[in-house]
């Protein structure tokens, strides 16, 4: 079933995979995971599992970041599961602490009254923290800011099916800058002056941003009324496949310091999904972002399935296309197609 694919010339159109590189070459890219210590186990699986139904083939690195030490065990734990390069980071106390502009106490505040108003994970401080350094930092942390690529991994995800073509290379040979597979919308009392403090941004960098009403604008997936408000839109951001150049652009940059700089990841408890999100739809053109939908994923509690029967057995997936959540009421790829003007088959890498 690869022949055609494999004598094809290497260029690409929207249905050829591309042509393996000779000699087992790499994209200079790699897989990033934040994770904690205690993760361990959780962790393990998933690596043997992306291994298996990919990595073993191409040997791409894995680095591992956490704001504690990792420990001697997590470190021989998993880089003996792994078939690439494994590298171990910590976070120092810029990426992963208090600016000295936020007022702590306000914070704090903020935490209490979200967590009895039972908002998830609304009285948690760390996970202000990730979601902060997922948001700003994780691309900048010098083991991975060398790379042209970066595909986010989380503990206990998992893989439903063989990707036997590089997603790194079709990154690279498609000028990709955003990869995703699920989408889904946000609790909206986690950001309540997120659009006010986007919007604040694009009237300051006009220059930043994709003209409304361009062909090329994906800005009509994140708003209904025009970019009045935000519809809660986002790319589920536990799975990111992503160009490490662009989020250190100084587009990308100046977003994130006029999002910081708000205090709204410790005011108020903003996602990385909607933030990697709403720079994706309003910096990006729709032909940088590519929708994943041939690597059945799994998230707790949702999953991703492709559907096409043939195309199901041959990747050999496990999942069961009636539970994807691409179809769901609440998914955002419904309208990701509609201002696309796509449907799913022509997201597949492949020449079938
Ligand atoms: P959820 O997916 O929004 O429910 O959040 P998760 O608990 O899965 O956290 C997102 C990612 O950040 C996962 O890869 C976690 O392992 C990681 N993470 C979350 N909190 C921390 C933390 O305090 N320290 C470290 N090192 N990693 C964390
Ligand atoms: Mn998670």
């Excluded at 220059?207 to 009403?213: A, N, S, T």
Aim: with cysteine.
């Amino acid at each position: 079933r690869f022949s055609s694919s494999y004598s094809s010339s290497s260029q690409t159109s929207s249905h050829s995979k591309p042509k393996p590189n000779l000699n087992g070459t790499r994209e200079n890219a790699a897989f990033v995971v934040l994770v904690r210590n205690s993760e361990l186990n959780g962790l393990r699986e998933t690596l043997q599992n992306a291994e298996d139904r990919f990595n073993r083939k191409y040997n791409y690195p894995w680095v591992f970041l956490n704001d504690e030490p990792f420990t001697d065990q997590f470190k021989e734990w998993t880089a003996g599961l792994v078939s690439g390069e494994t590298f171990y980071g910590i976070l120092d106390q810029q990426s992963w602490g208090y600016p000295d502009w936020v007022d702590q106490e306000k914070a704090r505040l903020a935490r209490e009254d979200m967590a009895n108003r039972n908002i998830i994970y609304g009285g948690s401080e760390s996970y202000r923290h990730m979601c902060r350094f997922q948001s700003g930092f994780f691309f900048r942390h010098p083991l991975l800011a060398k790379y042209d690529y970066y595909w986010r991994v989380e503990p206990n995800v998992k893989f439903y099916c063989d990707v036997d073509y590089d997603p790194f290379q079709v990154m690279r040979e498609r000028d990709l800058k955003y990869g995703w597979t699920l989408s889904i919308k946000e609790y909206a009392e986690t950001i309540p002056t997120l659009w006010s403090t986007v919007k604040s941004f694009m009237a300051e960098h006009p220059e930043h941003i994709v003209p409304k009403g361009s062909p090329e604008s994906l800005m009509d997936w994140i708003t209904d009324d025009g970019g009045e408000t935000y519809n809660l839109c986002h790319f589920w951001s536990n799975f990111e496949i992503g160009s490490i150049k662009w989020l250190n652009s100084k587009a990308y940059i100046d977003y994130f310091e006029a999002l910081d700089k708000s205090g709204g990841f410790f005011y108020e408890r903003w996602g990385d999904a909607p933030v990697h999100s709403i720079a994706a739809a309003l910096m990006l053109k729709k032909s940088e972002v590519h929708w994943f939908y041939d690597i059945g994923y799994f998230h707790n509690p949702y999953s991703q399935c492709p559907r096409e029967p043939a195309w199901l057995a041959a990747e050999k997936c496990s999942c069961d296309p009636q539970e994807s959540f691409d179809t769901h009421w609440y998914s955002c790829t419904p309208q990701f197609l509609k201002v696309t003007g796509k449907k799913p088959t022509d997201f597949l890498i492949t020449e079938r």
